[in-house]
């Protein structure tokens, strides 16, 4: 789905901001970098440290600081799809029992589960691409 967008948008245009407050399409594909490997370290606790606590990111805010006008599109794409790859793959591996694991997320009241982490990055993408 997500290159399938990319692919109708001319590679000229991914710099073209619709509002001064809104992001490029080149800063969605760094910012989808980013919540990746973001999302990866999330799962990565749910299995490896239950009951821990997630580090909280705050994505416009990482925009700015990390420039991501000026971050390499490519390198992000390719960041993205070798990284959800790897959680694939990892996913596929686990027993059924590690399913249950919870963490804490500061941004909910309740424990965060896979459940939520599934939801939360398998809607992410078609929430930019919309």
Request: proline letters at 6%; hydrophobic letters at 40%.
């Amino acid at each position: 789905m997500f290159n399938a967008a990319l692919n109708q948008i001319p590679r000229e245009a991914w710099e073209f901001k619709p509002a001064l407050s809104e992001w490029s399409n080149h800063e969605v594909i760094v910012h989808m970098a980013d919540s990746e490997s973001i999302g990866a370290l999330r799962v990565r606790t749910l299995i490896a440290d239950p009951g821990s606590t997630l580090m909280p990111y705050d994505g416009a805010v990482w925009a700015l600081a990390l420039n991501y006008r000026n971050q390499n599109a490519d390198d992000a794409l390719q960041s993205f799809r070798l990284t959800r790859q790897m959680t694939h793959h990892l996913l596929k591996t686990l027993p059924d029992e590690i399913f249950t694991h919870s963490v804490i997320h500061p941004v909910f009241d309740e424990p965060y589960t896979f459940e939520q982490w599934l939801n939360i990055y398998t809607d992410h993408i078609p929430e930019h691409v919309g």
